[in-house]
C-alpha cells in the first residue's frame, strides 16, 4: 500500500465521522435546548412563585429537564451518539454510578445529620 493510498484511507476516516452532524442539527440541537432551558426559566420565575409549588414538586422536574438538556449536549456536541458502542458505554455507565453513589451518600447524610441531635 502506497502512502497516498493511505492518506486518502486516514483522510476518508476522518471525513466520516462526523459527517452526519450538519449545520441544520446543530441549530435544531441549539433551538431544543434552547426550549428546555425557556421552560426552566418560566418555572423557576413565573410558575413557582405564582401558584406557590413546593420544592418538592418542581425540583423533580428541573432535575428531569436538565438531563434532557445534557443529553442532547453529550449525544451532539460531544459526538457521543456517533460513536461505537463501546465508547458511549465507557462512558455513560460510570456517570450512571456516580449519580447512584450521589443518591445514596444524600439518602445516608440524612440519617447522619439526625444521629448527631
Not at 446543530?26 to 405564582?50: C, D, K, M, N, Q
Not at 465508547?87 to 440519617?111: C, D, K, Q, R, W
Request: hydrophobic share 55%; net charge neutral.
Amino acid at each position: 500500500m502506497s502512502s497516498e493510498t493511505a492518506n486518502i484511507h486516514v483522510e476518508g476516516a476522518a471525513h466520516g465521522e462526523h459527517e452526519t452532524m450538519t449545520k441544520a442539527r446543530i441549530w435544531r440541537v441549539f433551538f431544543i435546548l434552547l426550549g428546555i432551558t425557556s421552560v426552566e426559566f418560566i418555572i423557576a420565575l413565573w410558575l413557582a412563585p405564582t401558584y406557590g409549588l413546593r420544592p418538592g414538586i418542581v425540583n423533580p422536574v428541573y432535575i428531569v429537564l436538565t438531563l434532557f438538556k445534557a443529553y442532547f449536549i453529550v449525544a451532539f456536541f460531544m459526538h457521543l451518539k456517533f460513536e461505537k458502542v463501546g465508547l458511549a458505554l465507557a462512558i455513560i455507565v460510570p456517570i450512571i454510578f456516580i449519580i447512584g453513589l450521589i443518591l445514596v451518600l444524600t439518602n445516608e447524610s440524612h440519617y447522619w445529620i439526625d444521629l448527631r441531635r
